[in-house]
C-alpha cells in the first residue's frame, strides 16, 4: 500500500512539473508575439531591443513564479531556468543580466527555503545561456536541434547539481524526486521554445532583408538615369521610375496606362503588330529601339526590351528601359558635321588656289595702275579695287580658317588702322556710330588676315545686334599681369543683348539664335583668338548691350619698336615660276618697277637651268615659286633642288593656299611664304626683310 502511494505520488508530482512546462511554454508562446513586434521595430543586435526583451522575459518569469509547482513550503519549482537561459542564447548578455536581475529580485522577495538554490538557478541558467549565445554567433551549428537540446540538457543539470543550494534535509529527495521529468521535459521544453524563436528571428529577419532588397531596389530603380519601365503584354505602362516621368511626363503627361508603342514611339495600329513582331523575332537577343522625343529640348533614347514569359511560353510582361542616348546622337552628328567640314576644306583649298591666283593678277594690275596714273579722279578707285580684293581674300581665309584652322602668320601690325579700317568697312552702311577710344601702348604681333576676320564678325554682331542704331564703342588698354604684357581689345554695343543660358554656347560651332545665321562667326573668333595665345570673353545684360573682350600678348612699347627699313640696298636678279602667264606678267611689272632684273619660267626643268646656267656668271639673289604647278612637280621640292644648286639663293613660296602641314615643312628650311593676292606694299615689305638682315 505505502509503494502505491509513493508512485502516486511521483506520478502527480510528474504530472504537477508537466503542467508547470506547459504553462511556461504557453507564456513563451504569449511572448513571442511580443517579441516578434520588438524584433521588428528595434533589430536585435541594438541596445534599445536588448533592454526592452530584458525587461519582457523579466515579466514573463515573474508571472511563472506567481503559478508554480509548490514542493513544500518555500521550495517552488517552474519555467523561470527555460525562460532566463533562452533570453540569453537569442537575445545575449545585456537581455539575460537584465532578466536574471527582475527573476532573482521577485524570487527574493517571495522568499522561503529555496530561494538560495532559485537564485543560483538563475544566474547559472542566464550564465549558460550567454556561453551559448557567443559560441552560436561564432559557430553556425550551435543553431541546430541536436546542440540547442544539448543546451537545454546542460542548464537543467545544473539546476539539479543546483539543489545542493537547498536545506541539507530537501536535497536528496528532491533529486530523487524531480531529477528524471526535469531531465526528460525540461530539455525538450527548452528545445522546443529555442526552435520557435529561431523560427521567429529567422522570419523577421528574412522579412527585414526583404524590405532593405527591395528598398535597396527601388532606390536603385529611382535614382539611376535610365528610363525603366514595365508593360503588361498589350504593352500598356504598369510602371515606370521617376527618371522615365521626368523625361517623359513633360510630352505625354500621365504615362501610366498609356501604350507604350502607340501613344509613347507614336505607332499606328497598322504597325503595331508588325512592330511586335520584328522586335522579338531574333532569339538569345534583348531587341532595342531609338526613338526622338521632341520637347523643349530634343533627346534620342535607346530602349531595350526583356520580355517575360509564363511557363506555357506566353508573353506577361515586359520590362523596358531606356537610356538617354542623346549626347551619342549630338556626337554622331558633329562628327558627320566635322566631316562634311573636312570635305568643306578640301574643296575651300582648292577654290581658295584658283580664286586666289585671280585676285593677285586683279590686286597686281591695280597696284601697277595705281603707280603710273597721274589721274587723281582714278587714284581712289584703284585703291577700292586694291581694298576689295583684299576683302574677298578675307572671306577666303575665314572659310579656310574655319574648315581647316590654320597657324597664325604673326607679324607686328598697326592696331589702331586695323581696327578703325575693318570695322568702317563692316558698319558702312547702317545706322551704327563707332566712338574709338584707343589707348594702348603696347605692340602686338598678330595674323592681319586672320585679325582681320574676328574685328569684321564682332562688327557685323554689333550692327545685327543694333538694326535701328546706336553706339558701337571700341577701346583698347594695356595689362600687365604676372610681368607679361597684354593689350586688351574692347567691343561695346547698344542691342538687344544675349539670353544668360545662351552666353556659354555662342563660341561653340553651328551655335546661333538668328534665324540665318550659320553658327560660325563666333567659333572662327574664338578658334582664331585662341590660336594667337589670347582669349575673348563676352558678358551681356538684355535690352542693354553685349560686350566682348579680347586679350592679345603683346611685344612690348610701340613706339620703341623698329620696323626695318623697306628700300632694299641692291639690285636684285629674280627667276619668277609659275604656271600662269597673267601672274608672271603682273609679278613681273611689279618686281621690275622695285628696280629689280627679273626672269619667268612656266616649268620646273626651264627653271633649273636657268639657275645651273648663271651659277658661275651673275647667279641669282632669289626665285619667287608657285606652290601648285599643274603638271609639274610642287614649289616646295622645286625649292629643294633649286638649293642644292645654288645654297645661297634665297626662295620664296607663293600659293592661294598652303595647309598647315606643307607650310611647317616650308617654314623648317627656312623658306618664305607670299601669300597670293598681294600688294606691291607686301611683296616690298617681304623683300626688304629677306635682303635687309
Known amino acids: 500500500m505505502g509503494l502505491i502511494i509513493f508512485v502516486r505520488g511521483i506520478e502527480g508530482l510528474y504530472f504537477m512539473i508537466y503542467i508547470s512546462l506547459i504553462n511556461n511554454i504557453a507564456l513563451l508562446i504569449a511572448i513571442s508575439i511580443l517579441y516578434s513586434f520588438i524584433l521588428r521595430k528595434w533589430y536585435y543586435e541594438t541596445k534599445v531591443h536588448q533592454i526592452i526583451s530584458g525587461f519582457l522575459f523579466g515579466a514573463v518569469t515573474i508571472i511563472g513564479m506567481l503559478n508554480p509547482f509548490v514542493w513544500t513550503n518555500g521550495i517552488i519549482f517552474d519555467g523561470r531556468s527555460i525562460i532566463i537561459s533562452v533570453a540569453g542564447f537569442f537575445a545575449g548578455p545585456l537581455t539575460a543580466i537584465i532578466t536574471a536581475s527582475i527573476a532573482s529580485i521577485f524570487r527574493i522577495y517571495l ?34 536541434p541536436l546542440y540547442m537540446y544539448l543546451f537545454g540538457l546542460l542548464v537543467h543539470i545544473y539546476m539539479l547539481i543546483a539543489t545542493i ?57 529611382e535614382d539611376v538615369n535610365n528610363l525603366i519601365l514595365r508593360l503588361d503584354s498589350d504593352f500598356n505602362i504598369k510602371f515606370a521610375n521617376n527618371f522615365a516621368i521626368r523625361i517623359l511626363a513633360n510630352k505625354y503627361g500621365e504615362i501610366i496606362g498609356k501604350n507604350f508603342i502607340k501613344d509613347i514611339l507614336k505607332k499606328d495600329a497598322n504597325e503595331i503588330h508588325t512592330f511586335i513582331k520584328e522586335l522579338f523575332s531574333v532569339k538569345d537577343n534583348i531587341p532595342t529601339y531609338e526613338s526622338e522625343i521632341f520637347d523643349d529640348e530634343h533627346c534620342w533614347i535607346s530602349w531595350s526590351f526583356n520580355p517575360i514569359y509564363n511557363e506555357k511560353g506566353i508573353l506577361q510582361e515586359v520590362l523596358c528601359v531606356g537610356t538617354d542616348i542623346t549626347e551619342r546622337k549630338r556626337a554622331e552628328e558633329e562628327k558627320l558635321k566635322l566631316q562634311h567640314l573636312e570635305s568643306l576644306g578640301v574643296l575651300a583649298g582648292g577654290v581658295a ?11 597686281g594690275k591695280a597696284s601697277l595702275a595705281l603707280i603710273k596714273t597721274t589721274d587723281e579722279k582714278i587714284k581712289p578707285m584703284l585703291n577700292s579695287i586694291a581694298d576689295a580684293t583684299g576683302r574677298a581674300k578675307g572671306l577666303t581665309q575665314q572659310l579656310l580658317t574655319f574648315a581647316k584652322g590654320g597657324t597664325p602668320e604673326k607679324k607686328l601690325i598697326d592696331l589702331n588702322h586695323l581696327l578703325k579700317e575693318v570695322v568702317g568697312f563692316s558698319i558702312s552702311g547702317s545706322n551704327v556710330k ?18 582681320s ?14 538694326p535701328d542704331g546706336g553706339n558701337l564703342t571700341i577701346l583698347t588698354e594695356d595689362i600687365v599681369s604676372n610681368d607679361l604684357n597684354f593689350v586688351k581689345i574692347i567691343f561695346k554695343d547698344e542691342g538687344c543683348g544675349i539670353p544668360e543660358e545662351y552666353l556659354n554656347k555662342i563660341f561653340n560651332p553651328y551655335f546661333t539664335t538668328k ?16 590660336r594667337h595665345g589670347g582669349k575673348i570673353s563676352v558678358n551681356s545684360i538684355l535690352n ?19 620696323v626695318k627699313s623697306e628700300e632694299i640696298l641692291k639690285k636684285l636678279k629674280i627667276l619668277v615660276v609659275d604656271d600662269e602667264e597673267e601672274i608672271l606678267e603682273a609679278l613681273s611689272a611689279l618686281l621690275s618697277y622695285l628696280g629689280h632684273e627679273v626672269h619667268i619660267s612656266k616649268k620646273s ?11 658661275n656668271n651673275s647667279h641669282f639673289d632669289l626665285s619667287i615659286l608657285d606652290y601648285n604647278i599643274k603638271g609639274d612637280k610642287n614649289g616646295f621640292d622645286l625649292a629643294l633642288e633649286l638649293k642644292q644648286i645654288d645654297p645661297n639663293l634665297k626662295i620664296i613660296i607663293s600659293s592661294g593656299y598652303i595647309n598647315d602641314v606643307i607650310r611647317n615643312f616650308i617654314k623648317k628650311e627656312s623658306f618664305e611664304i607670299l601669300e597670293k593676292p598681294y600688294t606691291l606694299e607686301k611683296l616690298k615689305k617681304l623683300l626688304a626683310s629677306l635682303f635687309n638682315k
Open 434 to 451: 563707332t566712338i574709338y577710344n584707343l589707348n594702348h601702348k603696347f605692340a602686338i604681333e598678330a595674323d592681319y588676315s586672320q585679325l
Open 605 to 615: 626643268e626651264e627653271a633649273i637651268d636657268l639657275i645651273q646656267q648663271h651659277i
Open 453 to 466: 576676320q574676328v574685328i569684321q564678325n564682332l562688327a557685323i554682331n554689333a550692327v545685327q545686334a543694333m
Open 165 to 221: 543550494a537547498l536545506p541539507s534535509k530537501f536535497t536528496v529527495e528532491a533529486l530523487y524526486l524531480i531529477s528524471i521529468p526535469v531531465l526528460l521535459l525540461y530539455p525538450i521544453g527548452s528545445l522546443l521554445v529555442c526552435i520557435l524563436f529561431q523560427d521567429l528571428i529567422s522570419k523577421i529577419q528574412t522579412e527585414i532583408a526583404l524590405k532593405k532588397s527591395e528598398a535597396n531596389y527601388r532606390e536603385l530603380v
Open 111 to 144: 522568499g522561503g527555503s529555496g530561494v538560495y538554490m532559485g537564485v543560483t538557478v538563475i544566474w547559472g541558467s542566464a550564465i549558460i545561456g550567454i556561453i551559448f549565445h557567443s559560441l552560436r554567433i561564432k559557430n553556425e551549428k550551435y543553431n541546430k
Open 544 to 562: 542693354k548691350g553685349t560686350t566682348f573682350e579680347i586679350i592679345l600678348p603683346a611685344k612690348g612699347i610701340t613706339d620703341n619698336i623698329q
Open 353 to 363: 588656289h584658283d580664286f586666289n591666283n585671280i585676285l593677285t593678277v586683279i590686286m
Open 515 to 530: 534665324s540665318s545665321g550659320s553658327g560660325l562667326g563666333l567659333s572662327v573668333c574664338h578658334s582664331i583668338i585662341k
